[in-house]
């Protein structure tokens, strides 16, 4: 497996035809310490390559979309493989966003980070933060 550290994302490039248990396990041991020591939460799974994933991996799918859509990030899964969707989408619990290249997965991470920012702005200028300007 090769992993690309990027100020903004995390890209995990899954070598072989297998998402198995044991490539699930590294990626989520990777992925705690990345969230937990350096606030990373945009992470970026290429499948491109991939033709089954484990029940492990499923999981994994599902813990870290929920800490994405929790802290304002984003997972997306690269794959054009039409059984790879099927089975994902019909066994995950969450939402997943699937892209079909790793560019439109970048390009997903910095839209998102921009509307992240708009918001904020925009809390800010409302004063949602829970300030009271009286």
């Not at 699930?24 to 991939?50: R, T, W």
């Amino acid at each position: 497996m090769e992993i690309n550290k990027n100020e903004q994302y995390i890209i995990y490039k899954v070598d072989g035809v297998a998402m198995d248990d044991a490539q699930s396990a590294q990626i989520e041991k990777s992925i705690a310490g990345l969230y937990s020591a350096e606030g990373k939460i945009n992470f970026i799974i290429d499948l491109s390559m991939v033709e089954s994933v484990s029940e492990k991996a499923l999981n994994l799918f599902g813990k870290v979309q929920r800490i994405c859509v929790r802290e304002s990030g984003l997972l997306v899964l690269v794959t054009t493989n039409d059984d790879i969707l099927d089975y994902v989408s019909a066994n995950a619990e969450e939402f997943l966003l699937f892209l079909p290249t790793v560019d439109e997965a970048i390009d997903a991470v910095f839209m998102n980070e921009q509307e992240n920012d708009f918001k904020e702005e925009e809390d800010d200028e409302f004063g949602i933060e829970g300030e009271s300007e009286y």
